[in-house]
Nanobody, 124 residues
Framework: QVQLEESGGGLVQAGGSLRLSCAASGRSFSSGIMGWFRQAPGREREFVASRRWIDGATRYADSVKDRFTINGDNTKNTLYLQMNSLKPEDTAIYYC?????????????????WGQGTQVTVSA
């Protein structure tokens, strides 16, 4: 059983930055991919970014490209999401997810483990 625990959310003004962390345990993360998704009130959960452990390849949603950076520490089994130039529309619950696959997919259905989420609120 994989456990994922997010941290680092909070309240920030527009233009500010936050760094989210996701601590993973329960199996080896030397393979597979991990990603970040978000869900705003009344909206579906959407893809934000993903990273493949074996080679560090990444993929981003167009809405966050050039503002957010996903990276990870294989030795700590920890995934990060550095969020800069935050906008009010970035307000959402952010979820960490893991997949045993190797393709940098964006569908929630392709991820089999999820964290509980951390709230990010960006004020105007």
């Amino acid at each position: 059983q994989v456990q994922l625990e997010e941290s680092g959310g909070g309240l920030v003004q527009a233009g500010g930055s936050l760094r989210l962390s996701c601590a993973a345990s329960g199996r080896s993360f030397s393979s597979g991919i991990m990603g970040w998704f978000r869900q705003a009130p009344g909206r579906e959960r959407e893809f934000v970014a993903s990273r493949r452990w074996i080679d560090g390849a990444t993929r981003y949603a167009d809405s966050v490209k050039d503002r957010f950076t996903i990276n990870g520490d294989n030795t700590k089994n920890t995934l990060y999401l550095q969020m800069n130039s935050l906008k009010p529309e970035d307000t959402a619950i952010y979820y960490c997810a893991a997949s045993r696959g190797i393709a940098l997919v964006t569908s929630t259905a392709r991820f089999d483990s999820w964290g509980q989420g951390t709230q990010v609120t960006v004020s105007a």
